[in-house]
C-alpha cells in the first residue's frame, strides 16, 4: 500500500491521556511532565495527537480483542449476496444470528464490537473537540476551523454506525461525567442532531476536497459529503436531498482530485490504495506492523482477509489461509452479465481447488479482500492481524451513482442521471445504456459494490428487505426481514451499565 504518514501511524502511540480522558482511571494518573490532561492538549500538535487518537477506532472495527466485526461483514451478513460461513453455526455465533435475524441482546448473540469501537471513536472526537476549544487562543483560524470540522466529520461517521445498526442510543455531544450515563435518543433524534452539526461542519470550508500523501488518511471535504449524502439518502430525507445532490456534484466537478479508476479490478489492489477513485479508505499496512494477540492492537495491518479466506489456502494462487468466514452465494456470482469485468474482480473461484471446506461453503470467495500471501509477507509480528489491505469506504463510483439516483428522486435532470449511472456501467466492460430509473440504479449498486457492505443498507431504505430477504432454498435462513428487524438488540451488557435508563430495541 501507499505509506501511512506519521499522522495515522500516531494514533497507535499516542498518549494514553487522549484514549481514557472520560474515564474514572484518568484522575488518578499524574503524567510524566506533571501537566494536566487540558494543558498538555493545548498547542496544535498535541491535539494532532489526539486527532489521530481519534481515528484508531476506525481500525479496529474489524477485531478489538472482543469480537469480529468488519463493517462490511457486519452489513453485508444481513444481506443476500454471501452467507456466514466459519468452521459452524456456532462459530462467531453474532454473525449468525444478525444473517437470521433472530440476534438477542445476549453476550453470544449481541453484536457489541460496532458498538464498542464507535463509542469510543465519540468519545475520543469530543475530547478532542474540547482541547480545541480550549485550546483556541493558541491556533490559527484556519487550524481551529480544520481541526474541528475533522473532529466533528469523524465524530458523525462513528455515530452513523450506532444509528443504522442500532437506532435508539444513548447520544451526548460532550463527554459524560460520573455517573455517567446518557440520555436515550430516537434514531429520528440522533439523526437530526447528528445531520445538522455535520451540516455545520461542512459549511466551514475548512477541510479540503482531497488531502496530500502527506496526509493520507484524513477525513476530508469529499469524505463529509459523503457521509451526509449515506445518511440523507438512508433516512430517505427528502428536505435533504438537493443539498446531498449538490455535495455530490462537487466532487463530480473536481476532475483534478476524484474520477473512476478505469481498471475496476485494480481498485482493491496494494496499488490501487488511494488512487483517484478513492474517498476515504482505513488505512492497514503489513511492513513493520506491530499488532499482535493479546498484546498491540493498534499499529499494522487488519485480520479482515484472514477471516474470509478459504481454510488452508490456495498456494498455487498464492491465497493463504482463512478461516471460512463469508463465502460468496452462487446467485451472486451469477448475476453478472457476460463481460461484466467486476465478475472476476470481485469473486475469487475456488471450486476446482483443493481446500478444507468449511460451513456453508461455496467454493467462492470475495476476491477484493482475500488473503494473498503477498499482503502480508512484510509483517514481523502476526500474520494474522497485519494484511495491508486497505478497508474501502467511499468510491467515486458510489459518488456517481448517488447523484444519479438523487437527480431521479429530486425530479432532475434525466440525461445528467442516465449519463453518471453509465460511466459506473461502462466502466464494468458493458456496452449497453442503462436507463436513468431506480431500480436501474440500485441494481448498478448491487453489482458495483458485492462485499463492500453497502447491499444491506440499500435494501432496507429503498423498501426491498421484506421481500428480498427470506428463507432460502438452502435451509440456512429461516426467518423474514421485517420492520422490527431494522435495529439490532442493544447489548445487554450495556442495558445493564445504564441502570435502568436504556430501553431494549423492540427486535
Request: with cysteine.
Amino acid at each position: 500500500m501507499k505509506s501511512i504518514n506519521k499522522y495515522i501511524i500516531i494514533a497507535a502511540l499516542a498518549t494514553p491521556l487522549a484514549l481514557t480522558s472520560c474515564s474514572d482511571s484518568f484522575l488518578d494518573v499524574t503524567p510524566p511532565d506533571k501537566a494536566t490532561v487540558d494543558e498538555y492538549f493545548s498547542t496544535y500538535d498535541h491535539i494532532i495527537e489526539a486527532m489521530a487518537a481519534t481515528y484508531n477506532p476506525l481500525r479496529q472495527y474489524d477485531m478489538n480483542n472482543i469480537q469480529y466485526t468488519p463493517l462490511t461483514l457486519c452489513s453485508d451478513v444481513m444481506g443476500d449476496d454471501v452467507w456466514p460461513g466459519g468452521a459452524s453455526i456456532s462459530d462467531n455465533q453474532h454473525l449468525h444470528k444478525m444473517f437470521n435475524f433472530e440476534s438477542s441482546q445476549n453476550s453470544s448473540d449481541a453484536l457489541s464490537g460496532i458498538w464498542d469501537q464507535s463509542y469510543k471513536g465519540v468519545r475520543n472526537a469530543n475530547d478532542v473537540l474540547h482541547y480545541i476549544e480550549n485550546s483556541k487562543p493558541n491556533l490559527t483560524d484556519t487550524q481551529y476551523n480544520t481541526l474541528s470540522a475533522e473532529a466533528r466529520t469523524l465524530r458523525a461517521f462513528y455515530y452513523m454506525q450506532l444509528w443504522k445498526f442500532y437506532g435508539n442510543i444513548p447520544f451526548y455531544m460532550e463527554n459524560l461525567k460520573a455517573p455517567y450515563i446518557a440520555e436515550q435518543k430516537s434514531a429520528n433524534e440522533v439523526y437530526e442532531t447528528v445531520i445538522s452539526d455535520l451540516e455545520s461542519a461542512i459549511s466551514l470550508n475548512a477541510l479540503p476536497m482531497k488531502w496530500d500523501d502527506n496526509n493520507i488518511g484524513r477525513m476530508s471535504q469529499a469524505a463529509a459529503y459523503m457521509i451526509y449524502a449515506e445518511m440523507v439518502m438512508y433516512q430517505n430525507d427528502e428536505s435533504r436531498y438537493q443539498k446531498a445532490l449538490s455535495y455530490m456534484q462537487q466532487i463530480i466537478s473536481d476532475t483534478n482530485d476524484y474520477d473512476l479508476n478505469p481498471d475496476y479490478a485494480n481498485i482493491f489492489l496494494e496499488s490501487g490504495e488511494w488512487s483517484k477513485e478513492s474517498i476515504f479508505e482505513i488505512c492497514y499496512k503489513d511492513d513493520n506492523a506491530l499488532r499482535a494477540w493479546g498484546g498491540i492492537n493498534n499499529a499494522g495491518g487488519t485480520i479482515y482477509p484472514r477471516l474470509i479466506g478459504p481454510s488452508g489456502g490456495v498456494p498455487e494462487d498464492g491465497v493463504d489461509n482463512g478461516w471460512g468466514f463469508e463465502p460468496v452465494r452462487e446467485e451472486t456470482y451469477n448475476m453478472f452479465a457476460e463481460g461484466d469485468v467486476r465478475r472476476d474482480a470481485t469473486v475469487y473461484d475456488a471450486r476446482k481447488a483443493s481446500y478444507t471446506k468449511r460451513y456453508q461453503d461455496t467454493g467462492l470467495w470475495l476476491k477484493k479482500y482475500l488473503p494473498y500471501t503477498e499482503n502480508n509477507k512484510d509483517q514481523n509480528a502476526d500474520g494474522d492481524l497485519n494484511f495491508n489491505n486497505n478497508l474501502r469506504i467511499y468510491r467515486f463510483a458510489e459518488t456517481l451513482l448517488n447523484a444519479a439516483e438523487l437527480l431521479v428522486r429530486t425530479n432532475g435532470d434525466l440525461s445528467k442521471a442516465q449519463q453518471y449511472l453509465n460511466l459506473v456501467h461502462h466502466r464494468a466492460g458493458l456496452a449497453d445504456n442503462r436507463a436513468a430509473t431506480i431500480d436501474n440504479i440500485i441494481d448498478e449498486r448491487h453489482l458495483e459494490f458485492v462485499g463492500e457492505g453497502k447491499r444491506y443498507w440499500d435494501l432496507v431504505r429503498t423498501g426491498k428487505a421484506a421481500s428480498t430477504l427470506t428463507p432460502d432454498a438452502y435451509g440456512y435462513r429461516t426467518n423474514t426481514w421485517s420492520e422490527s428487524k431494522k435495529y439490532l438488540p442493544i447489548p445487554l451488557s450495556e442495558i445493564d451499565a445504564a441502570h435502568g435508563t436504556l430501553k431494549q430495541n423492540n427486535y
